[in-house]
């Protein structure tokens, strides 16, 4: 079975850092492509980065360029998003999924994680 495990999220105030991870399993990870999405109550869900196992990398997100940066480590099969100078707006819940090509429309992508909250204080 596919699995994508997100994990890192939580609590930071205004301008501090977190890096969430997604471990995916039950694919061959190679051959997809990884991006992180978010989604605030009550707005839509929206492409953050996606990178491929060949260290390609898509910015999805305007307001995310110079914040955020997306990595990959193959030998681990695991996706990372380290976020910087992090911001109330960032405040949302982050999901890690499965496409086959990076894009900014969600329902490109099969499979998803459980999400992992974050939250940013002011």
């Known amino acids: 079975d596919v699995q994508l495990q997100a994990s890192g999220g939580g609590l930071v105030q205004a301008g501090g850092s977190l890096r969430l991870s997604c471990v995916a399993s039950?694919?061959?990870?190679?051959?997809?492509?990884i991006g992180w999405f978010r989604q605030a109550p009550g707005k839509e869900r929206e492409g953050v980065q996606c990178i491929s196992s060949t260290g390609g990398s898509g910015n999805l997100l305007q307001s995310a360029k110079g914040r955020f940066t997306i990595s990959s480590d193959n030998e681990k099969n695991t996706v990372y998003l380290q976020m910087n100078n992090l911001k109330p707006e960032d405040s949302a819940v982050y999901y890690c999924a499965k496409g086959p090509f990076c894009a900014h429309y969600h329902g490109t992508y099969t499979d998803w994680g459980q999400g992992t909250q974050v939250t940013v204080s002011s």
């Open positions: 039950g694919f061959k990870f190679d051959d997809y492509v």
